[in-house]
C-alpha cells in the first residue's frame, strides 16, 4: 500500500521561507508524478507544484519564481522550497502521487503553512 509522509511547515512571517519534504512508500512505479496542491480556507484545492520523473516541472503562476520543487527519486520523496512567502499562501498544503501530471491517486495527510506577522 503506497503511503505519503509530509514533513516540514509551520509559521512563518512575510517574506520568509520555508521547506516541506515529502517521501512515499509502499509499491510505487517508477515512472510517476509527484506534486504539491493547496487548500486554504474556504477555497477550493489548487495545484502548487508538480514533478516529474525525469525532473520536469509546473507551476501554478503566482508561486513562479518564489517556489522550488525538486525530487530525489533514489528516496521517493519531493521537497517544495517556498521563499519569499505572502499572505495568501497561507494554506493546508498536500503532497501528491500520480501517473500523470494532473492525475492523483495519492494524497498526503496535508501540513499547514501560515504566513502571518
Known amino acids: 500500500q503506497v503511503q505519503l509522509v509530509e514533513s516540514g511547515g509551520g509559521l512563518v512571517q512575510p517574506g520568509g521561507s520555508l521547506g516541506l519534504s515529502c517521501a512515499a512508500s509502499g509499491n510505487i512505479f517508477s515512472n510517476y508524478y509527484m506534486g504539491w496542491y493547496r487548500q486554504a480556507p474556504g477555497k477550493q484545492r489548487e495545484l502548487v507544484a508538480v514533478i516529474s520523473s525525469g525532473g520536469s516541472t509546473n507551476y501554478v503562476y503566482s508561486v513562479k519564481g518564489r517556489f522550488t520543487i525538486s525530487r530525489d527519486n533514489t528516496k521517493n520523496t519531493v521537497y517544495l522550497q517556498m521563499n519569499s512567502l505572502k499572505f495568501e499562501d497561507t494554506a493546508v498544503y498536500y503532497c501528491?502521487?500520480?501517473?500523470?501530471?494532473?492525475?492523483?491517486?495519492?494524497w498526503g495527510q496535508g501540513t499547514q503553512v501560515t504566513v502571518s506577522s
Open positions: 501528491s502521487l500520480g501517473p500523470t501530471e494532473f492525475g492523483v491517486f495519492k
